[in-house]
């Protein structure tokens, strides 16, 4: 049990830092850009712009949850990975329209909604195959 609170808190990890990487490079955007004033000056603005480094520090914890996730004798990558991807997808997609004010067409929510079926089908497979 204690495999799949770490996946989860991977999963919650990566959308809040994929979340957090958009809004503060649209952040960085509207002062210019990170390339502006050359590598150095990029390194420079994304250490000093909170939101990319929590970003950041969230996808290096993503990754330490998501190893340990993998490390279960139980919970396979087949389960694992498309959770993870699917998942996702499906948070920061939502999480984007609704705070963002990104906008999904129909056809792009049924996308979402597919995806989530076949994350589910696929759980649902291997965990038959496994008892």
Not at 37 to 52: E, H
Not at 62 to 88: D, E, Q
Not at 96 to 105: F, K, P, T, V
Request: with cysteine.
């Amino acid at each position: 049990m204690k495999h799949v609170i770490a996946l989860v808190l991977a999963l919650l990890l990566n959308a809040a830092a994929n979340l957090m990487m958009k809004a503060g490079a649209s952040q960085v955007e509207r002062t210019g850009g990170f390339f502006a004033g050359g590598p150095w000056r990029a390194v420079q603005t994304l250490l000093s712009t909170p939101v990319l480094v929590i970003g950041l520090t969230c996808f290096a914890l993503n990754a330490a949850f998501y190893m340990y996730a993998l490390s279960s004798r139980t919970l396979s990558i087949s389960i694992a990975y498309p959770l993870m991807v699917g998942g996702g997808y499906a948070i920061i997609a939502t999480t984007a329209y609704l705070l963002l004010g990104e906008r999904l067409s129909a056809g792009q929510w049924i996308g979402v909604a597919l995806i989530l079926g076949g994350v589910l089908l696929v759980a649902m497979q291997t965990a038959e195959r496994a008892s």
